[in-house]
Nanobody, 119 residues
């Protein structure tokens, strides 16, 4: 059974920082692209950042230069350091796993963690 368990959300003032973490179990972690997605109220879910097992990263334009995604393949974790947060970053953040083994592809999501940026 695959589980993605997120932690680290909360309330922060504009300009502040938060650190999200996700621990994955039940997947072949080194065969899995990991990512963070978010969904703000009334908006579509969007990809925030992704990272391959080799460490290649992609970021949404809106977070580039402020957010940093990283992973620890030995601990099956992926993290997201969010700096200089704005109210536009308020959303539920979801850990996402894209497992690819041979021709098979499976996608999984965590339950989400709330990030609220407000003064």
């Amino acid at each position: 059974q695959v589980q993605l368990v997120e932690s680290g959300g909360g309330l922060v003032q504009p300009g502040g920082s938060l650190y999200l973490s996700c621990t994955a179990s039940g997947v072949e972690f080194e065969m899995t692209i990991m990512a963070w997605e978010r969904q703000a109220p009334g908006k579509q879910r969007e990809m925030v950042a992704s990272i391959t097992s080799g460490g290649n990263t992609l970021y949404a334009h809106s977070v580039k230069g402020r957010f940093t995604i990283s992973r620890d393949n030995a601990k099956n974790t992926v993290s997201l350091l969010m700096n200089n947060l704005t109210t536009e970053d308020t959303a539920i953040y979801y850990c996402y796993a894209d497992e690819r083994i041979d021709v098979r592809r499976d996608e999984f999501w965590g339950q989400g963690t709330q990030v609220t940026v407000s003064s």
